[in-house]
């Protein structure tokens, strides 16, 4: 990453510089993702239930020395090693950055929006691309107004492609998203139901998201989703080249039959008068729409029907979430087996640093491909990253990462290949841990997480943890800021794991949990929770 000066910064966002000149590379707004202290600018966000402003004191307590706010803290004698950027509104600020650094770079940026479907098309377009472009793209689901300026700070030089997500919830958003992103390249994916409360129609809503691709290049959409082609037929749109897919009416990418047989789907079409049969490894709808997504980006990037053919058989599935799975000798699993990246392996490190059921930690990481960096840069990164999350025990595969392993600590042990730790595998090695799974797709982790998985029964009872957010949020949401909130976690949270539920509230800063009996409490203080 380019590093900046904080005297740099303070110009680009129009601030006042306090304090003690610093050059920073990262850009943190939680205090709860602190991976490199001494390199973070952090920006005290404001918001109607946070104030970032009083995780000061506890960030430079922890080596942080950048801060953008909006007013000095009342003790700044206290802070003489530390620069402050004092700004009017840390958020735009924020924003402000993003939208600068995203100009320096030339190569095409790609945003989606839409109501489904915007993660999984942003990872099926980098499973296709990756092996010929270096592609930055939006972390899981970083598409607010916070997760988009933090998105677009990962672009580097050597890129050749961004792609970047967009999410609004209400009206007045999209412009803001517009400003940052200036996206080349857009993808509408859809229209339908989440965050229609905020907005009087599906007109509206429609509406606002196609702010987004005012100045676009290029957009890419389904012509069946009405209010889409509707909107796009406003004098504003004129100067964009519409590319359109439709199973109804006359298109570009004109789709005349799709057939799901056991596992999968054959797809026939026209694509501008040339017949098309592709076959796509997935039943269900919502994915045959994002592949036809992806099946008309690729038809305008220029790819003959072969290699779009290969490319789509291979997709992958994308997990949303990362999943949480009982172990083998009461160790507990993460499992992030399908992408390994930077920016993937801090968002999973900090998920693993919230788990306290145990206090081994341990990460198997796979070799990081077509990340664009030099070995020994890439991998510094990655052991300075496992040493800042306290990680007791990290196993590292692959034939590139295995070249630098006298970057990590001693207690760490590496393999060439998968089969290789397969082969050396002994149960009994693993034991009252919280261990990380995170592999590229190549490494077929999958072997791996069979055999740390516990197997006790066939039937599952599936917590969702986003959904459980989700909910939280809702009911605080009608709550004024100042009012507390206790969270039952009674009789194991009844019955669907204490640990895991009272993790999670915690990290999303409850104020009180309750439970049945005294020794519920004990039993949650040992494992961590305070």
Not at 8 to 35: C, K, P, W, Y
Not at 99 to 128: C, D, M
Not at 412 to 421: L, N, Q
């Amino acid at each position: 990453m380019p590093q900046y000066t904080l005297k740099q910064i303070a110009e680009i966002v129009n601030g006042e510089f306090h304090g003690t000149e610093q050059s920073v590379m990262h850009l943190l707004t939680d205090s709860r993702g602190l991976a490199y202290p001494s390199d973070s600018l952090f920006f005290a966000i404001k918001g109607v239930r946070h104030n970032g402003h009083k995780f000061i004191k506890d960030l430079y307590a922890l080596g942080v020395r950048s801060f953008v706010v909006e007013s000095l803290p009342d003790n700044a004698s206290q802070y003489l090693q530390a620069g402050f950027i004092v700004v009017h509104d840390t958020l735009a600020a924020l924003q402000s950055l993003a939208a600068w650094h995203r100009k320096q770079f030339n190569n095409p940026v790609v945003a989606i929006t839409g109501s489904n479907g915007k993660t999984i098309l942003k990872e099926w377009i980098y499973q296709a691309l990756h092996k010929e472009k270096h592609i930055v793209r939006s972390p899981k689901s970083f598409n607010s107004q916070v997760g988009v300026p933090l998105s677009l700070w990962q672009i580097e030089p050597q890129h050749d492609m961004a792609i970047i997500e967009a999410g609004i919830s209400k009206p007045g958003e999209m412009a803001k998203l517009e400003h940052m992103i200036s996206p080349d390249i857009g993808i509408f994916t859809n229209l339908s139901e989440p965050h229609q409360e905020n907005f009087a129609d599906y007109r509206q809503k429609c509406a606002e998201k196609l702010m987004l691709f005012k100045n676009c290049k290029q957009l890419i959409y389904c012509k069946d989703h009405g209010y889409i082609s509707e909107l796009l037929k406003n004098p504003g749109f004129k100067n964009i080249e519409q590319i359109t897919w439709s199973r109804k009416s006359q298109a570009d990418l004109q789709i005349t039959n799709i057939e799901k047989e056991d596992q999968h789907t054959r797809i026939s079409g026209f694509y501008h008068h040339n017949q098309l049969e592709l076959l796509i490894p997935f039943i269900d709808d919502a994915s045959i729409e994002n592949s036809l997504h992806l099946l008309t980006f690729l038809l305008l990037l220029g790819y003959n029907e072969k290699m779009i053919g290969e490319r789509l058989l291979h997709l992958a599935p994308v997990a949303m979430r990362l999943e949480l799975k009982q172990g083998i000798n009461n160790c507990t699993i993460i499992n992030d087996s399908y992408n390994s990246d930077l920016g993937s392996l801090a968002i999973a490190l900090d998920f693993l640093n919230y788990q306290h059921q145990h206090d081994n930690k341990t990460v198997i990481l796979s070799d990081i491909l077509q990340s664009g960096k030099k070995g020994e840069l890439l991998y510094k990164e990655v052991s300075k990253l496992i040493a800042q999350k306290n990680i007791v025990r990290f196993i590292g595969i692959g034939s590139d990462i295995i070249n630098y392993q006298s970057l990590f600590s001693q207690n760490s042990t590496f393999y060439y290949t998968t089969e290789d730790f397969l082969n050396h595998f002994r149960k009994e090695n693993f034991a009252d841990a919280t261990i990380l799974l995170k592999g590229s797709r190549a490494f077929e982790f999958e072997k791996i997480l069979k055999v740390l998985e516990d197997k006790v029964h066939e039937t599952v009872l599936e917590i969702n943890l986003n959904a459980m957010v989700h909910n939280l949020n809702y009911f605080k949401s009608k709550l004024k800021p100042d009012t507390k909130v206790v969270a039952m976690v009674k009789a194991f949270s009844y019955g669907s794991g204490s640990f895991e539920i009272a993790n999670l509230l915690q990290f999303h800063r409850v104020d009180y949990l309750g439970v049945a009996f005294a020794d519920e409490g004990v039993a949650l203080r040992k494992a961590g929770i305070t």
